[in-house]
């Protein structure tokens, strides 16, 4: 978890501060202090937090296929095999989440399975849709 810690003035403004800025700040309150000098909004705070989480989301849910991919080829075999890797297809909501790494092994651990055709497995898949 990520602390932010923030002050409101007096004209209900809310900005980010470090905490031992947060000691002082009974003399930051007079009401002639230009906080915003000194301070970031809290809202262009948590904008910038905001900016990476779906980077670092979605390189943790690649990496995560990726893991499962490992332990369905390392477990299954044969139908049970191409059986995992479609429920693991069925999980990808969006094509954006896929990478050439993935696809490679989503494809390769179809031969492995031997089914007839690995790629009618993808078309088959709800991302083809």
Known sequence: YTFIP????????VFCCDVGTMMCLT???QSNFNMEAFF?????????LLEGTSVSSS?????????D???A????????????????????????????????NFLLSYRDAQVSSPLDAVWASPLHR
Do not use: W
Not at 59 to 67: P, T
Not at 88 to 95: A, C, E, F, K, M
């Open 69 to 71: 991919i490992r332990k």
């Open 6 to 13: 923030y002050v409101v003035t007096n004209q209900k403004k």
């Open 40 to 48: 970031n909004p809290l809202t262009t705070q948590l904008a910038k």
């Open 73 to 104: 080829r390392e477990m299954y075999h044969g139908k049970q095999l191409s059986h995992e890797l479609t429920s693991i297809l069925q999980r990808l909501d969006s094509v954006e989440c896929l990478s050439l790494d993935i696809v490679m």
């Open 59 to 67: 390189g943790y849910f690649r990496e995560m296929i990726r893991s």
């Open 27 to 29: 003399e930051l309150y």
